[in-house]
């Protein structure tokens, strides 16, 4: 029976311990590996990373047929130096972000008053970049307010496409500002 007493205690000896609280050095080895940061080239603070997410749920929000072409028109705004917003508002004005236009016309622009057709989004979508920056842009229009008087007769065209440029950068400085509260170091 002594034995058995003996065995007891120390099993109990051993878990007390095991069981005690001691400090772990795991914080100080840890410390430089476990950084997580989201930036640059990689993260959501990449500019076009946040352009493209917001455009993707603006265009989501009007439940478009054009929100699977968000690289579409970012490759568009890279490639002719484009406000990357330019061209989505342009479509939000003109069709209601390519819901209402010619049937199999992809050209949610307006462009040609309408009539011109395209194969696909993309193709549209580069065709009116490139004809904004080369008979546009490279002509002298260099706001909003001269492109608008070439491009539409209508006098509020110009206020109207900066409503919705500014609800495109409203969402991304919403993303920016959600991820820079809840941003992982």
């Not at 007891?8 to 609280?21: M, T, V």
């Not at 309408?114 to 194969?119: A, D, H, L």
């Not at 989004?121 to 842009?137: D, F, T």
């Not at 706001?143 to 491009?151: A, K, P, V």
Request: hydrophobic fraction near 40%; charged fraction near 20%; glycine fraction near 8%.
């Amino acid at each position: 029976m002594r034995n058995f007493y003996a065995v007891i205690f120390s099993i109990s000896i051993l878990l007390l311990l095991l069981l005690k609280p001691t400090n772990i050095m795991a914080q100080l080895i840890a410390d430089s590996s476990a950084n997580i940061s989201y930036n640059n080239e990689i993260g959501l603070h990449n500019s076009l990373f946040v352009k493209k997410l917001a455009m993707k749920r603006i265009l989501e929000k009007y439940n478009s047929p054009l929100k699977d072409e968000v690289d579409s028109f970012i490759s568009a705004c890279q490639k002719y130096d484009l406000d990357c917003f330019l061209l989505p508002s342009i479509s939000g004005l003109e069709s209601t972000f390519g819901k209402f236009i010619l049937p199999a016309s992809h050209n949610p622009f307006g462009w040609g008053g309408g009539y011109i057709m395209f194969g696909n989004w993309g193709e549209g979508i580069e065709a009116v970049a490139k004809g904004l920056r080369n008979n546009y842009i490279n002509k002298g229009a260099l706001d909003i307010y001269q492109i608008g008087r070439i491009y539409s007769e209508s006098p509020t065209w110009s206020p109207r496409i900066l409503y919705f440029m500014n609800e495109f950068n409203k969402e991304e400085q919403n993303i920016l500002l959600f991820s820079s509260k809840n941003r992982v170091y």
